[in-house]
């Protein structure tokens, strides 16, 4: 035994996977499913996906699109992705040579960092930041530098970004709308964050995949589209979240033909390509009118004021998100040691399940006191969180 048990930690192991776990968010959909809670863990929606779209992937598929796309994309999708840009932000892509689509944002980031980063390169993060950065800097062996976003409000300090980058800096990941903090990121501060990109030659990696979750008047403006960075930014998106079809896993990257040429050869070697079917429902989603998106932020700010209000009954203390579906909460009002502990409690007494907040932190200590809840889920689900969480000062 002993013998197997040192073999599988000297040998078998690749050292590029020694130093991160299995995703905390998704361990928590399956602990949910275990002991029947309601999930507020992971950041999928509960209800369904718009019915044009789901009725032009079957279509797709009894059309006989069912073998593969071009490796980086259908040219449906690919064209229908460059229009909605041209529409919403006024940027021209050329889809035959900036656009590659892939399965999920998900590995459109890890195959734009493979694609720019050598081991030994320094990136910049935001923290507490979406827990996939850290394997993704893992797996092409960045070293990351952390920035603070600081309570309540979320803001960094542009001196401890500015010590962040140096020379060896290959690129700055930025999430805005940002999971889990609900922060948008305002033109001023993308403004700096450019100012320096250019300043020390580095790239700004963006993944938008919130970009029309969006409240109080917010708005998102893309890296891309600010004064010197459409070519140095590489804008990663996808299809899950504004179009509530997290499963499909089609996704996309957008970036000038140089780099564009090399995400597309890690993204061919690693995956081939997103589902074709999908893609071509894909194309359909992404003409949908305005009237969509505006529809999308109105209901989610329903959502929005539905978790809150059920939040402050249940005595957290909430950071008022304004963007993507997530709400950061500090729990140290409950007396628990930590945040682990905390979820636990919740998922086995009180049956929510919700994300602890050291898995958005470098460091377990950062997120010690705190927890996330996501908000994509139907009023009715909500609702019944609501009712459970009011059981929690009865069972501490
Ligand atoms: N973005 C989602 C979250 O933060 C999870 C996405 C995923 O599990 N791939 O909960």
């Avoid at 000297?10 to 029947?36: D, P």
């Avoid at 309540?152 to 980058?165: E, K």
């Avoid at 597309?264 to 079917?277: E, I, M, N, Q």
Wanted: hydrophobic content about 40%.
């Amino acid at each position: 035994m002993g013998s197997i048990l040192s073999a599988r930690n000297t040998r078998f192991h690749s050292r590029r996977t020694a130093n991160f776990t299995e995703s905390v968010i998704r361990e928590m959909t399956r602990q949910a499913l275990r002991h029947g809670a309601t999930n507020l863990a992971q950041g999928f929606p509960d209800f369904a996906a718009p019915d044009a779209v789901k009725q032009a992937a079957v279509e797709a598929i009894r059309a006989d699109i069912n073998q593969y796309a071009i490796t980086w994309g259908s040219q449906a999708l690919r064209c229908a992705i460059a229009a909605k840009y041209q529409r919403h932000y006024g940027l021209e892509l050329d889809p035959e040579g900036e656009i590659t689509v892939c399965c999920g944002a998900t590995e459109g980031m890890i195959a734009s960092m493979l694609a720019v980063v050598d081991p030994g390169d320094e990136i910049v993060l935001f923290e507490p930041f979406y827990e996939n950065y850290g394997p993704d800097a893992q797996l092409c062996g960045a070293i990351p530098r952390y920035v603070t976003l600081r309570q309540p409000d979320w803001s960094f300090d542009p001196d401890q970004l500015r010590r962040a980058f140096s020379p060896r800096t290959k690129a700055i990941i930025l999430n805005s709308p940002n999971n889990p903090t609900g922060k948008v990121f305002s033109r001023a501060e993308l403004e700096f964050i450019a100012g320096l990109c250019q300043e020390f030659d580095a790239l700004a990696i963006t993944d938008e995949i919130y970009e029309h979750i969006l409240y109080d008047g917010a708005a998102h403006c893309p890296m891309i589209t600010i004064d010197g960075m459409r070519e140095r930014t590489i804008l990663v998106n996808s299809m899950s979240k504004t179009y509530a079809v997290t499963g499909w896993r089609v996704g996309w990257v957008l970036a000038g033909p140089e780099l564009t040429e090399s995400i597309r050869k890690v993204h061919d070697f690693l995956t081939v390509g997103a589902a074709a079917p999908l893609q071509q429902a894909g194309a359909l989603a992404l003409s949908l009118p305005d009237s969509y998106y505006e529809g999308l932020a109105a209901d989610y700010s329903g959502r929005r004021a539905a978790i809150l209000t059920a939040l402050a009954k249940a005595g957290f203390r909430s950071f008022h998100p304004r963007g993507a579906y997530y709400v950061m909460t500090d729990i140290s009002g409950f007396g628990f040691d930590d945040d682990i502990s905390f979820a636990r409690f919740l998922i086995e007494k009180i049956g929510v399940a919700a994300v602890p907040g050291s898995s958005f932190y470098a460091t377990p200590e950062g997120g010690r006191q705190q927890i996330r809840f996501c908000f994509c889920k139907k009023h009715e689900t909500l609702d019944l969180a609501g009712q459970q969480l009011m059981n929690i000062s009865s069972q501490l």
